[in-house]
């Protein structure tokens, strides 16, 4: 009965690991329902705790190491995930460089946050709340590129280079956007 309750929490536990670092790799969804975001990590805790009791109590049987495997496998997704949210909540709390928004009329509404470190985050606005993406830029001259991001919303043209002039920023294939706090030259 005991190998049948391992088996049963390890899936439940690879289903669940799953969910939680899809979530956490993806947008942050922030809104009426923002709550349930951490629900699968949650229970990837706890599906952890039982799967290390049950396997405490197969290694006391038979001292064979291999029964912590499922255990160790929790641990893992708990630390993936642990370390994308501290790396999300690093990049949030990062001093801003560079503030851009659409200008009025943009068929998209986001704002985007330059960080040092070369990290940016950017939100972007629904009528349900706002969601957070985050990823990776550079900026040679004034030219500004978008290395990495985690970008997976509604837009068709997401802005990946552009040039920066004045107080504006000319993506290639995007929005205009407008800087609202100028980059420390």
Known sequence: MRLQLR??????????????????????????????????????ILVTIVLLLLDSSAYVEDRNIRHYGFS???LVFCCVVSYKIWYRNSVDSAKTIMTVVNKSGALDIWEFKFKT???FSLTEFSSLGQTNYYGQYQIQGNHLTILKSNYDGRAKNFPVSGEIRKDTVFWDKSDTMIILLQPNE
Do not use: D, M, R
């Open 7 to 44: 088996i049963i929490f390890t899936a439940l536990l690879l289903f669940l690991g799953y969910k939680a670092i899809q979530q956490e790799t993806g947008g942050i969804e922030h809104g009426l329902f923002s709550i349930y975001h951490y629900i699968p990590f949650f229970f990837v």
């Open 72 to 74: 160790f496998v929790g």
């Open 117 to 119: 470190g070369n990290h």
